[in-house]
């Protein structure tokens, strides 16, 4: 599936690192998501990107966004890493790897020859305004690249 700025952001209902149920429709009409799909839990890139939004949640909050990070790790070991890196935010478990599928954020094989992982998230950062449509769009095809803090809160300003 190919998403393009201005379509509706298909909803998702996934469990979290806590096991709650937290779907993309709770948030329509009360505030921003960003969502940010990212590789693998305990790795360094992820745990940069992660950590950077956690320490950076106030200006996300000023701005009136949430924030769900989604991977297709359990949400057992999403749990353990959440708590040690003391993530503000949902860490949701894609595990049947449809959500990143829907949104167009998913290696068929991580890292060929290398790993040859199949069915792993990319590294990806989207923004669903209250209406429930998609304002922003990054999708990475390189997992050791960031997604542009600085291009999300600017659109996230302007909402």
């Known amino acids: 599936m190919s998403l393009k700025l201005g379509d509706a952001a298909p909803n998702f209902n996934l469990k ?14 009360k505030s921003n998501v960003i969502i ?3 590789p693998f839990v305990n790795t360094a890139t992820c745990e940069k ?3 950077t939004i956690r320490d950076g949640m106030a200006k996300y909050n000023d701005l009136n966004a949430e924030v769900l990070a989604i991977s297709v790790d359990s949400p057992f070991s999403q749990k353990l890493w959440a708590e040690k890196n003391r ?24 890292a060929p020859g ?4 199949k069915g792993v998230a990319k590294r990806s950062a989207f923004i669903v305004n209250k209406a429930g449509i998609i304002k922003y769009i990054e999708i990475l095809e390189d997992p050791s690249k960031e997604p542009d803090y600085e291009a999300i809160q600017k659109v996230l300003s302007d909402l």
């Open 16 to 29: 979290s690192h806590t096991l709650e149920d937290i779907s993309l429709s709770q948030f329509k009409n």
């Open 36 to 38: 940010l799909f990212f």
């Open 49 to 51: 990107e992660l950590c």
């Open 87 to 110: 993530f503000n935010f949902p860490v949701l478990s894609d595990f049947n790897k449809e959500v990143c599928q829907n949104y167009g954020a998913y290696y068929d094989v991580f």
């Open 114 to 117: 290398k790993f040859d992982y």
